[in-house]
């Protein structure tokens, strides 16, 4: 009987998951708005401040545009319930959270295509990378 009110749970937590998914929060929505409008900025001044003109990078337009992406394409993944309340209340620093996702991309040997790079492959060259680096060494 435990047995089966186990699976019973692992399911229903499941099926919560998904249906939360489904769901969206307003108050989440504020915030990924928010983080999107954080990662532009940051994304502009490091353009900036290595001298390439942020008007070259798409992925820079799309993080600006607050219709992109559109609804169908918006990731939804599976996020167990205790992790959602586990992530409420864990304070994380924005920086050391790019700084370890774009680690990939600090160091290369030419600097990105404004054009076609992702968000990622920018921030990580021009904001942590070699292009902040070889910047900082023309002053």
Not at 85 to 102: D, G, S, Y
């Amino acid at each position: 009987m435990q047995r089966r009110l186990e699976q019973f749970e692992r399911r229903r937590a499941r099926l919560a998951a998904w249906l939360g998914a489904w769901s969206r929060d307003p108050e989440h929505e504020r915030r990924e708005r928010e983080r999107r409008e954080l990662l532009a900025a940051f994304l502009r001044a490091g353009l900036e401040h290595a001298g390439v003109d942020p008007d070259e990078a798409a992925s820079l337009r799309n993080l600006e545009d607050p219709d992109w992406p559109p609804p169908f394409l918006r990731p939804r993944p599976f996020i167990h319930p205790l992790r959602r309340v586990a992530e409420r209340h864990r304070p994380r620093n924005l920086i050391k959270l790019l700084f370890e996702e774009t680690r990939r991309y600090h160091h290369s040997r030419e600097p990105p295509d404004p054009r076609q790079a992702s968000t990622y492959e920018l921030i990580g060259y021009y904001c942590f990378g070699d292009g902040a680096a070889s910047d900082e060494a023309r002053r």
